[in-house]
C-alpha cells in the first residue's frame, strides 16, 4: 500500500491490525520518515496523543497535558494512521503482545499505571479505589502486583459512612489504621464517594471527565492530583508487566470480529 499521507521525518505510518477505540491500537509500521527508519516493519503499540516531548510542561512530567501535543482518536474502522517514532512502542525483544487485546495496552490498561505512578503510592499504604471501570480493573491488577491490597469500593452510590467502615476495618485488619488514605476516584460518578472517604491530609486522585471537586477538601487539606490521560512514557512498562502475566489482559477485554481488522472491546 503506498502511503498518500505527508509523513514527518520524525512520523511513522501504520496499518492497524487491531484497535482498542478511541485510545489505542497495535499496528504494523508501513511508511517512516527519514530519522524514524529503524522502526519500519516493526509491529508497535500506539496511544492517543503524540506530545512535543520538549516543553516546560513535557518536561515536568505532563506529556498527557503538553499544549502542542498531536491528537488522534481511534474507531473500530480506523486503519491507518500516522505517529511520532518517539511515542510508538516496538513489540519486539519479548515484548510481543496478543492481539487485538494488546490494543488496550496503550489506552486503558496505561491510564491505570498512570493513576497508580501518579498518586506515588508506597507499599504498605492504605488504597482506595472507587467506582467501577475497565480502569479500574486493572488498576487493582497494578496495584496487587505492586504488592498493595487496595479497599475497593465499586457502587459509587454506596454511603459514604458504609464504605469508611469497610474500608477501616480492611486496613485495620491489615495492620495499616491510621496512615491517611490515597483515595482514586477512576469514574465521575466516583469523585464524590472519593472526595468524602478523603480525610485530613489525604490524598485524592482523579481522571477526566471529573465534575466539580468538593470545596471541604481544602478543610482537610487534602491533596489532589489530577491524571488526564496515560503518560506515553509508561506504556513500555506497562507492557512489559503484561508479557510477564502480572496484568491478565485476556480477563478484561473480548474481540469484536470486523472483516479483516479485529476491535477489542475492554470490560469491567
Ligand atoms: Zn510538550
Given at each position: 500500500?503506498?502511503?498518500?499521507l505527508?509523513?514527518g521525518?520524525?512520523d511513522?505510518?501504520l496499518e ?10 497495535i499496528g ?5 520518515g527519514?530519522?524514524a527508519q529503524v522502526l519500519?516493519?516493526?509491529?508497535v503499540l500506539v496511544?492517543?496523543?503524540?506530545p ?7 518536561r515536568r512530567?505532563?506529556a498527557?497535558?503538553c499544549p502542542?501535543a ?7 474502522d480506523?486503519r491507518?494512521?500516522?505517529?511520532g517514532a518517539?511515542?510508538?512502542v516496538?513489540?519486539?525483544?519479548g515484548?510481543?503482545l496478543?492481539?487485538?487485546?494488546g490494543?488496550a ?11 497508580y ?9 492504605p488504597v482506595?479505589v472507587v467506582?467501577s ?7 487493582v491488577?497494578?496495584?496487587r502486583?505492586k504488592g498493595?491490597?487496595?479497599a475497593?469500593?465499586?457502587d459509587?452510590t454506596?454511603?459514604?459512612a458504609d464504605?469508611r467502615?469497610a474500608?477501616?476495618s480492611?486496613f485495620?485488619?491489615?495492620g495499616?489504621g491510621?496512615r491517611?488514605?490515597?483515595?482514586i476516584a477512576?469514574?465521575?460518578?466516583a469523585?464524590?464517594?472519593a472526595?468524602?472517604?478523603a480525610?485530613?491530609?489525604a490524598?485524592?486522585?482523579v ?13 482537610r487539606e ?7 490521560g ?5 506504556v ?7 508479557v ?7 480477563a478484561?477485554?473480548?474481540?469484536a ?10 470490560t469491567?
Amino acid at each position: 500500500m503506498t502511503s498518500t499521507l505527508p509523513l514527518g521525518e520524525d512520523d511513522v505510518a501504520l496499518e492497524l491490525e487491531a484497535v482498542c477505540p478511541p485510545t489505542s491500537a497495535i499496528g504494523r509500521v508501513s511508511a517512516a520518515g527519514d530519522r524514524a527508519q529503524v522502526l519500519l516493519g516493526k509491529r508497535v503499540l500506539v496511544g492517543p496523543l503524540d506530545p512535543c516531548g520538549e516543553c516546560e510542561v513535557c518536561r515536568r512530567g505532563g506529556a498527557p497535558v503538553c499544549p502542542t501535543a498531536r491528537r488522534r482518536a481511534f474507531d473500530a474502522d480506523t486503519r491507518r494512521i500516522t505517529a511520532g517514532a518517539r511515542w510508538v512502542v516496538a513489540l519486539d525483544d519479548g515484548l510481543a503482545l496478543p492481539s487485538p487485546a494488546g490494543a488496550a495496552v496503550a489506552g486503558p490498561v496505561a491510564l491505570a499505571y498512570t493513576l497508580y505512578a501518579r498518586t506515588g503510592i508506597g507499599p504498605r499504604e492504605p488504597v482506595v479505589v472507587v467506582g467501577s471501570s475497565p480502569v479500574a480493573r486493572f488498576l487493582v491488577e497494578v496495584l496487587r502486583a505492586k504488592g498493595v491490597s487496595p479497599a475497593t469500593i465499586a457502587d459509587p452510590t454506596t454511603p459514604a459512612a458504609d464504605a469508611r467502615a469497610a474500608c477501616r476495618s480492611a486496613f485495620d485488619a491489615e495492620g495499616l489504621g491510621g496512615r491517611p488514605w490515597r483515595v482514586i476516584a477512576v469514574t465521575e460518578e466516583a469523585v464524590a464517594l472519593a472526595a468524602a472517604l478523603a480525610g485530613p491530609r489525604a490524598t485524592l486522585t482523579v481522571t477526566t471527565p471529573c465534575g466539580p471537586l468538593p470545596g471541604e477538601l481544602a478543610e482537610r487539606e487534602v491533596t489532589v492530583i489530577a491524571v488526564a490521560g496515560a503518560h506515553p512514557d509508561l506504556v513500555v512498562e506497562v507492557a512489559a508487566m503484561c508479557v510477564k502475566g502480572e496484568l491478565d489482559l485476556a480477563a478484561g477485554t473480548a474481540s469484536a470480529p470486523t472483516p479483516d481488522h479485529r476491535a477489542v472491546v475492554i470490560t469491567a
